[in-house]
Structures are given as structure tokens and as C-alpha cells.
């Protein structure tokens, strides 16, 4: 995270970071709420919510890894665009 520290970023990773918090705290049900959200504004970093640790409280369950599933084919799509 320390990457995003200092630096303008798009409102989507201010809500990936939020979620972040979320998973953090237990607020598990929020946090899958919020991911969604921000994947749907333009998040789109599968390779990060896989590997985050802080993220590990949701990996195994089926709407994380739908979501992560969504951000790799809106990550597709975008390389598609370019």
C-alpha cells in the first residue's frame, strides 16, 4: 500500500483501501460490498486482491472470487482497448 502514499489516485482505490480496512476488521460482508463497488467504478487489479494479505479473510469464499473473477475480465477488456 505504501505505493499509493502521497500520490493522487482515482476515488475506485481510495475504495479498494477502504475495503481493505473492512477485510482488516472482520467486516467481511462490507468489505465484498464495497470491492464490488469498486470494481464496478473501474478497479481492476486481480493479481493485487489475490495476493493481499490483508485480503486473506475472504480468499475461499465463492463472492470474492467471483469479484476477483469480474476485475480480470474488466482488466481483459481494458488491455482490449488500448
Known sequence: ?????????PPEV???????????AGRLDEALRYLAQAIDHGYKNPGEMAADDTLKSLHGDA????????AKERAVAAQRLR
Open 1 to 9: 500500500m505504501a505505493q499509493f502514499v502521497g500520490r493522487p489516485q
Open 63 to 70: 463472492r470474492f472470487e467471483a469479484l476477483v473473477a469480474r
Open 14 to 24: 481510495g475504495v479498494a483501501l477502504f475495503v481493505l480496512v473492512l477485510a482488516e
